[in-house]
């Protein structure tokens, strides 16, 4: 079984600072993956950055960076040099690598970037 | 490439009425997915495919019914309709378990009145 947590009430952050998203994860299976969706208010959803438990590295992919803690099982996403464009709705998902694999969801975080 | 296609855009249901979701994909991905996303709520997964003629339950399954009768191709369908399944409905695919995730459609916004 697997479980993703989003608990964080809609956040803030002003024009071209840095955000953190937080996500915590459950599983006891020891190989599985960590995404990060970005909902816009247009509706599709948009893959922003994967992590991998086995991966040595925190992933990064431009203006996001994933600060994983295996030991915490959290999977923190980080906006930096917040953007107008980056108020969506960011969902952190999690994949059991194994055969069968299901992407399982978060709740969401709302961000709002203020100018 | 057209990706993941999604048919309706959106569609207005009388309760009792039956429908089906089209999803279509050009990726030749193995895996394909339905799932619903609620109001203010992240995406729970309806049904499964891991390819052509195999499909399974996934965590809301009660009221649809999904086939796959080609890889490309996984169409949801909704019998009976029910106000509960007012919803906003996402198929995706993948070609594997693997870290590039899933390619999503654009959605199909469903009321059930």
């Known amino acids: 079984a697997q479980k993703i947590t989003q608990t964080q009430p809609g956040m803030f952050v002003q024009e071209k600072e840095a955000v953190t998203l937080d996500c915590t994860y459950d599983t006891s299976d020891p190989s599985y993956g960590l995404f990060w969706y970005k909902q816009p208010s247009s509706g599709e959803m948009i893959f922003l950055i994967y992590?991998?438990?086995?991966?040595?590295q925190n992933a990064t992919e431009g203006r996001y960076s994933l600060n994983f803690q295996k030991a915490r099982k959290s999977a923190n996403l980080v906006i930096s040099a917040s953007q107008l464009g980056d108020s969506a709705m960011y969902f952190c998902a999690m994949i059991l690598t194994g055969a069968n694999s299901k992407l399982t969801f978060g709740k969401g975080i709302t961000l709002s970037v203020r100018p | 490439n057209a990706g993941v296609t999604q048919t309706p855009k959106f569609r207005i249901l009388k309760i009792g009425q039956s429908m089906t979701l089209q999803c279509a994909q050009d990726m030749n991905h193995n895996y394909m997915y339905w799932y619903r996303q609620d109001p203010g709520m992240g995406l729970k997964l309806i049904y499964y495919?891991?390819?052509?003629?195999?499909?399974d339950k996934g965590e809301v399954p009660n009221g649809y019914n999904v086939s796959r009768s080609t890889t490309e191709d996984f169409p949801l369908r909704l019998e009976l309709a029910a106000p509960s399944q007012t919803s906003v409905y996402f198929c995706?695919?993948?070609?594997?378990?693997?870290?590039?995730?899933?390619?999503f459609g654009s959605g199909t916004r469903l009321t059930v009145v």
């Open positions: 992590q991998g438990s086995y991966d040595q």
């Open positions: 495919s891991v390819g052509a003629g195999i499909t």
């Open positions: 995706a695919s993948s070609y594997s378990a693997g870290r590039k995730g899933y390619t």
